[in-house]
């Protein structure tokens, strides 16, 4: 992990090797956009019936949307006019003050997405505060699994719900006793907050984007975090020290007076991050993809190109496709896109061909912590899929909308029109 700090923004770069597999980019000015996981007070200002949503604001310039079913009630507080479900007119009302987290960031004219079912993540469990949620990452054995559950039922806290992390594996009753223990006096501290609040307010600010990442992700698989920021790194170094003692040498001051590079040119970030931007993407064989995305959806087209194959058509185009579908993986992650996402691979006579590429498809989606949901390939040669939608994408975190343009990329001659 390289962690690239400059006076206006910090940018984090995750590789595999040598291969960039994610980019993320935080700005001083994100306090309004960049808020995913930030837990806040805020105020119900209309409830729509007829979209069963709630506009809350929460102090950001775009009031926040929270829907239905993120809606935490009693059941014996609220009235049912028909007896079944309660509606959302029901269970919300203008002006009442409610303790709300962000799960999606705003996004273009889009306002955050809320949720009252709030959760605290910590580094190898995430507490949810008054509910009764358990759960252990299916990510690890069934060893791991029965070990960890042992564990949970001596040291899970009264009222709250409790679900461990795939990064708790091989950890301790004590660790997994002192995150627990972290996370109690966290939420004590957002409730003491909100009662002292007036306003919509921030009650908690999830940590800075390096901390929140190395949180999410350092664990025995990494060999370094390179930060060439002294006082980020610092403050990485404490974090890791208090939760993850065992990793603390793996964080790394990159020392930019010593070195004869940034610490991007160093790692080959640059280049690769100029790649990502293209349209274009070349595969190792020579055949390429093509990214196109829109406002509904992501359209991505496999081309064989400069692949002719060695043996027959058939053959050909399973291999371009098998080497396509790893690489578009890699690329939906790197370049952070979500929302609804259609792939044209190149149509495949046999029906066995076309169920190996869906598997090889998934098996490289699996390595993406986003939740993603793929379906077969179609008889057209089409796979259909989401992949979930959290921020902005890569491009739009590192550009702006043309003011000429506005964006289409064309100019309409005006003499004309």
């Not at 310039?61 to 007119?89: C, F, H, M, Q, W």
């Not at 390429?288 to 081309?303: F, P």
């Not at 690489?327 to 006579?349: N, P």
């Not at 491009?395 to 001659?413: F, K, N, P, Y």
């Amino acid at each position: 992990m390289c962690v690239h700090v400059r006076p206006h923004a910090t940018q984090i770069a995750v590789l595999e090797g040598r291969t960039l597999v994610q980019h993320l980019v935080s700005r001083a000015a994100d306090d309004a956009t960049q808020i995913d996981g930030n837990i806040y007070l805020g105020r119900v200002q209309n409830v729509l019936p007829g979209m069963e949503a709630a506009f809350v604001d929460i102090g950001t310039p775009k009031n926040a949307v929270l829907y239905r079913g993120d809606v935490r009630y009693d059941r014996d507080d609220v009235e049912t006019s028909a007896g079944g479900l309660p509606r959302i007119e029901e269970m919300l009302t203008p002006g009442q003050f409610i303790v709300c987290q962000v799960t999606k960031n705003p996004i273009g004219a889009k306002g955050a997405r809320l949720t009252q079912e709030v959760s605290l993540p910590g580094r190898f469990a995430v507490m949810v505060p008054s509910s009764t949620a358990f759960g252990i990452s299916k990510r690890l054995d069934d060893a791991e699994r029965r070990r960890l559950r042992r564990i949970v039922d001596e040291i899970r806290p009264d009222g709250h719900g409790l679900i461990v992390r795939t990064a708790a594996e091989g950890a301790s009753r004590e660790e997994l006793a002192a995150d627990v223990q972290r996370l109690l006096g966290r939420w004590s501290s957002i409730e003491e907050a909100a009662e002292r609040a007036r306003t919509p307010a921030l009650l908690y600010r999830e940590p800075d984007m390096a901390v929140r990442i190395v949180r999410e992700e350092l664990n025995r698989d990494y060999r370094a975090v390179m930060i060439d920021d002294p006082s980020l790194f610092e403050e990485v170094r404490s974090y890791v020290a208090q939760v993850n003692p065992e990793l603390v040498d793996r964080v790394e001051l990159y020392d930019t007076a010593a070195e004869r590079l940034p610490v991007f040119e160093r790692f080959h970030v640059h280049e690769q991050l100029h790649k990502a931007l293209d349209r274009k993407v070349w595969l190792p064989s020579g055949g390429s993809l093509i990214i196109e995305r829109t406002e509904a959806l992501t359209v991505i087209d496999v081309n064989t190109g400069k692949n002719v194959g060695t043996s027959n058509l058939e053959e050909t185009v399973y291999r371009n496709n098998l080497e396509a579908a790893d690489e578009i993986a890699r690329q939906l992650r790197l370049r952070d896109i979500g929302g609804i996402i259609v792939i044209d691979f190149i149509d495949m006579e046999i029906r066995e061909n076309r169920e190996k590429v869906g598997a090889a498809l998934r098996a490289a989606l699996a390595r993406d912590k986003t939740r993603t949901q793929v379906f077969d390939i179609s008889e057209l040669g089409l796979v259909e899929m989401t992949r979930k939608r959290v921020s902005e994408g890569l491009v739009e975190s590192l550009s702006e909308v043309c003011a000429v343009c506005g964006g289409r990329g064309i100019v309409l001659d005006a003499t004309l029109v």
